[in-house]
């Protein structure tokens, strides 16, 4: 059964970080694509940033050069490091997979996890 657990989302302050984590279990990441979707109140889901089974990594020009993108096969875990958060990446934080390789529509992957809540406030 393919499963995709978040963690790591909660309350920060503007400026700070966080590292959310996406297990995989009931499949081997190595041959698929995982990436961070955000969805906040009233706006559309937003793809964040992807790493592909070939060692590419996809990320959103929103957040260029405050997220890094990382996977560990062998823990079949993928992890998104924000930093320098702002309060418009305030949202619901998804990981979603699909085989080999990135794309940029949401309807194109195939598994969902249930999501981390991000809140940036001061």
């Known amino acids: 059964q393919v499963q995709l657990v978040e963690s790591g989302g909660g309350l920060v302050q503007p400026g700070g970080s966080l590292r959310l984590s996406c297990v995989a279990s009931?499949?081997?990441?190595?041959?698929?694509?995982i990436a961070w979707f955000r969805q906040a109140p009233g706006k559309e889901r937003e793809e964040v940033s992807c790493?592909?089974?070939?060692?590419?990594?996809y990320i959103s020009d929103s957040v260029k050069d405050r997220i890094t993108i990382s996977r560990d096969n062998a823990e079949n875990t993928v992890y998104l490091q924000m930093n320098s958060l702002k309060p418009e990446d305030t949202a619901v934080y998804y990981c979603?997979?699909?085989?080999?390789?990135?794309?940029?529509?949401?309807?194109?992957?195939?598994?969902w996890g249930q999501g981390t809540q991000v809140t940036v406030s001061s």
């Open positions: 009931g499949f081997t990441l190595d041959y698929y694509a």
């Open positions: 790493s592909s089974s070939d060692g590419r990594v």
């Open positions: 979603a997979t699909r085989e080999y390789l990135c794309s940029d529509s949401a309807n194109n992957y195939d598994y």
